[in-house]
């Protein structure tokens, strides 16, 4: 079956280190992206990627970094310098950027203690 | 830039009929709306392209008012299963307009 795959769905870490989560698609997908969700404020787009080795900055880009050697592969990695990691990590697909239905993995729960 | 919802919030009952309001403060490419239920991830439900355009499926159905850079959706005799939280977001004209930019959420709870 062809879909998003996103690992681990819970994830904890101390506070001060970087985690990486995955993104993974089987749909043959050019566009990637990842969301961040908090309580409240919906999705707020962090980093896309039309197409393998180019990826743009959202609107909330910093303290994440990503990397797109693969079509089917987005991983985001958290860094130290993002302020207030815990939330809910969302990573999207879609055929191409402009006007197209986004596919949504099922999310990661990010917890920094 | 991020599209306005209205309401945050609304109860139904079985059968209730619902509009969920999205407005933009700039012109809008297109409009997507997306439901989530708690837990889970969003899931698509319709794209409106063109100014004046409405779409739908089931009992759920939406317009796009150009002029007026609002879309709404229309839940019509509502069901236990349209409970979630419902998304729309936006693409709009000028400047960066490859992405999408998402609006808080309506949350919507169908009761028995």
């Known amino acids: 079956d062809g879909g998003i795959t996103q690992s681990p769905k819970y994830l904890f870490r101390k506070e001060g280190q970087n985690v990486t989560l995955s993104c993974e698609q089987n749909l043959n997908h050019d566009a990637m992206y990842w969301y961040r969700q908090d309580p409240g404020q919906g999705l707020r787009l962090i980093y896309y990627s039309q197409i393998v080795n180019d990826f743009q900055k959202g609107d909330i880009a910093e303290g994440y970094s990503v990397s797109r050697e693969k079509k089917e592969s987005f991983p985001l990695t958290v860094t130290s310098a993002q302020k207030n990691p815990t939330a809910f990590y969302l990573c999207?697909?879609?055929?191409?950027?402009?006007?197209?239905?986004?596919?949504f993995g099922p999310g990661t729960r990010l917890t920094v203690l | 830039q991020q599209p306005v919802q209205s309401p945050q919030a609304v109860i139904l009952r079985e059968g209730e009929d619902a509009v969920i309001n999205c407005s933009s403060s700039k012109a809008l490419y297109s409009v997507h709306w997306y439901r989530q239920k708690h837990g889970e991830a969003p899931v698509f439900l319709m794209i409106l392209l063109k100014g004046g355009e409405q779409k739908g499926h089931d009992k759920i159905s939406a317009s796009f008012n150009e002029k007026k850079q609002q879309s709404s959706l229309y839940l019509t005799a509502s069901q236990l299963s349209y409970s979630g939280t419902y998304f729309c977001g936006t693409e709009m004209r000028g400047g960066a307009t490859n992405k999408l930019i998402f609006g808080t959420g309506t949350l919507l709870a169908v009761q028995p």
């Open positions: 999207a697909s879609s055929i191409d950027i402009l006007y197209n239905e986004q596919f």
